[in-house]
């Protein structure tokens, strides 16, 4: 029985692998095949002439998709970035007073901070769009990077509070007993024992802020503030772009987190592991 139930695991977990990585690769390989190679028939499941060629047109080339493409990569990394540093700062603030001070209505505070992560996000999205209205704050970068903050700072906090729970009370009683203030405990003795719970809520929160798209979507109507994510989906429908340029610019839309979440993977686990966990 428990080898039949090892095997039908084992056949799930390579059919939902085959099924999340054949779009994956079908894409790379289109995004380094000339138009006729990629609707060639039969299909060519190899590309049999690579080239980088498409990748060179968008990120030098002239024109109004290069343009397109460029511009929506710095749109997004400046957003990713802009947002992962206000919420880390933020999180890193609000997780410290959270676990080491007492305040009256702390744990009231602190779990209605959490209960925020039980709605759905897109519930917000109307009154958010008509507070960003208001404010003048639609097609900024400003309005956007606020939308990320106040979605991403709830998760940030719980992790980083898990993290300055864990650690033991009597270090930061001994700053305090060789005359440093709270801030100087916070800053020269917390903080580089939390380092690695800090780096997990900043890979995290990058990542999610680059996986938005309703956001930005009804939130930057134009080229000024739109990600790639929203810039690539807009391009079928206001060019005629080859196949070919379009999984290009798929490609580069993955390949950053992509290689961050590859390359700190060990980070982003314990990050979630340590949110899961109270």
Do not use: E
């Given at each position: 029985m428990n080898r039949h139930r090892r095997w039908a695991r084992t056949v799930g977990i390579v059919l939902i692998v085959i099924w999340s990585i054949?779009?994956?690769?079908?894409?790379?390989?289109?995004?380094?095949?000339t138009e006729s190679d990629a609707r060639a028939r039969p299909a060519q499941y190899v590309p049999l002439h690579p080239t980088l060629k498409n990748f060179t047109n968008l990120l030098t080339g002239n024109g109004d998709l290069a343009t397109s493409i460029r511009r929506s990569m710095i749109n997004i990394i400046v957003e990713c970035a802009a947002a992962t540093i206000v919420t880390v700062v933020l999180a890193t603030l609000a997780a410290y007073a959270f676990a080491r001070m007492r305040f009256r209505g702390r744990t009231v505070l602190f779990y209605a901070v959490l209960a925020t992560m039980a709605f759905p996000?897109?519930?917000?999205l109307i009154p958010l769009y008509r507070i960003m209205s208001d404010f003048g704050l639609v097609n900024t970068y400003t309005g956007i990077v606020l939308v990320y903050v106040?979605?991403?700072l709830p998760l940030g906090t719980w992790?980083?509070?898990?993290?300055?729970?864990s650690l033991p009370a009597s270090i930061e009683e001994a700053g305090v007993i060789d005359g440093a203030s709270r801030v100087q405990v916070l800053w020269?003795?917390?903080?580089?024992?939390?380092?690695?719970?800090?780096?997990?809520?900043?890979?995290?929160?990058?990542l999610f802020a680059w996986a938005q798209f309703l956001f930005p979507l009804v939130l930057s109507s134009d080229?000024?503030?739109?990600p790639l994510t929203v810039t690539i989906a807009a391009l079928q429908g206001?060019?005629?772009v080859p196949t070919t340029l379009l999984s290009a610019a798929g490609i580069l839309a993955i390949a950053i987190p992509a290689v961050i979440a590859l390359a700190f993977n060990r980070y982003i686990v314990n990050g979630l592991l340590a949110g899961s966990t109270k």
């Open positions: 054949v779009p994956i690769y079908w894409a790379a390989k289109a995004s380094v095949q996000a897109y519930t917000t106040s979605g991403f992790v980083l509070h898990n993290y300055f729970a020269y003795v917390l903080l580089p024992l939390a380092r690695p719970g800090i780096i997990s809520t900043a890979l995290i929160t990058f080229l000024s503030t739109q206001r060019h005629v």
